[in-house]
């Protein structure tokens, strides 16, 4: 008997989902130029993807505090 009184049980079972969030980061690099800050930048990416494939980073802006 299910919940609703009849017919076959409900299984609770656990199903698939996929979650989707974004992420804002801030990150203070030392660099000569903006094209150095950008390659340090994707040094960075290159290794937090390293570790964490399912994180996509992306580059929104470069500004010289």
């Known amino acids: 008997m299910n919940r ?3 017919g076959r049980a ?3 079972r656990k199903r698939p989902y996929t979650v989707g969030a974004d992420c804002t980061l801030e990150l203070e690099l030392w ?3 903006d094209e150095e ?3 340090t ?3 960075y ?3 937090v993807q390293y570790h964490h494939p399912e994180l996509v980073l992306t580059l929104r802006s470069i500004r010289e505090d």
Do not use: P
């Open 10 to 12: 409900i299984l609770r």
């Open 45 to 47: 990416c290159e290794a």
């Open 37 to 39: 800050a950008e390659d």
């Open 4 to 6: 609703l009184g009849s």
């Open 31 to 33: 660099a000569r130029d």
């Open 41 to 43: 930048f994707n040094e």
